[in-house]
């Protein structure tokens, strides 16, 4: 079974500061997808960003970038220049690859409370 | 991107009744879909998984009696929670993904119904 860590349950950081969210998971898969999501308190859960296992480039959209680090099975988070608007429940998460099968579900982490600050 | 609903938004209903969520792809055809379940400050937990035209795959300690799941069409499923109990508050959340063996790389969430029950 898959799992995923994220050990930092708050953290905060000021506005137009760096800060980075840690995620760790196990998995015997070789292939499989892993993801951030942004939840506000809307509840809404927002893609942030997606690596592809097979990649060995990180992943950036933006100010946000991904350390992934596949034989270590790291996958923190960078964000830069934090804004404000950044405040919100970032998830780690882990789906394998593939297309019909009963087990491409997506498998969160414990989430990690994060607040920007003016 | 890929828009997914879900109706209601927010239900309150009195202990011993049945609840209904319907949770939509508005612009593409689903061939997998997901309902999870966030109770406060938590992580999303896995309930069921569901293909088109097919019995839904529950989590194990789910019980598939109380949570009936229906995936009539590739634009919907509905999650119905039968005698529903104050402990059956939470938050469901819903997500669809698409594509044939091999393409599956992310899922699209709902925006979430919140069930209260009294």
């Known amino acids: 079974a898959q799992t995923v860590t994220q050990s930092q349950p708050e953290m905060s950081v000021q506005e137009a500061e760096t800060v980075t969210l840690s995620c760790t998971y196990d998995?015997?898969?070789?292939?499989?997808?892993l993801f951030w999501y942004k939840q506000p308190p809307s509840r809404q859960m927002i893609l942030v960003i997606r690596?592809?296992?097979?990649?060995?480039q990180n992943a950036t959209e933006n100010r946000f970038s991904v350390n992934f680090q596949k034989a270590a099975k790291s996958f923190s988070l960078k964000i830069s220049d934090s804004q404000l608007g950044d405040t919100a429940m970032y998830f780690c998460?882990?789906?394998?690859?593939?297309?019909?099968?009963?087990?491409?579900?997506?498998?969160f982490g414990a989430g990690t409370r994060l607040t920007v600050k003016p | 991107g890929a828009v997914v609903s879900q109706h209601p938004s927010w239900v309150i209903c009195k202990s011993g009744t049945s609840v209904k969520i319907e949770c939509r792809s508005l612009?593409?055809?689903?061939?997998?879909m997901f309902w999870y379940r966030q109770f406060p400050k938590q992580s999303l937990m896995l309930m069921a998984t569901?293909?088109?035209?097919?019995?839904?795959?529950?989590e194990q300690g789910v019980e598939k009696d109380k949570f009936l799941i229906n995936h009539a069409s590739l634009t919907l499923s509905t999650l119905t929670v039968t005698s529903a109990h104050p402990e059956d508050s939470s938050f469901y959340i819903c997500?669809?993904?698409?594509?044939?063996?091999?393409?599956?790389?992310?899922?699209?969430f709902g925006p979430g119904t919140r069930l209260t029950v009294l």
């Open positions: 997500s669809a993904a698409f594509g044939g063996p091999g393409t599956i790389n992310e899922q699209f």
């Open positions: 998995t015997s898969e070789n292939n499989y997808y």
């Open positions: 690596q592809e296992a097979y990649k060995q």
């Open positions: 998460a882990f789906m394998k690859h593939g297309g019909y099968r009963t087990d491409n579900d997506m498998r």
């Open positions: 612009d593409f055809q689903a061939t997998t």
């Open positions: 569901s293909n088109e035209g097919s019995k839904a795959t529950y």
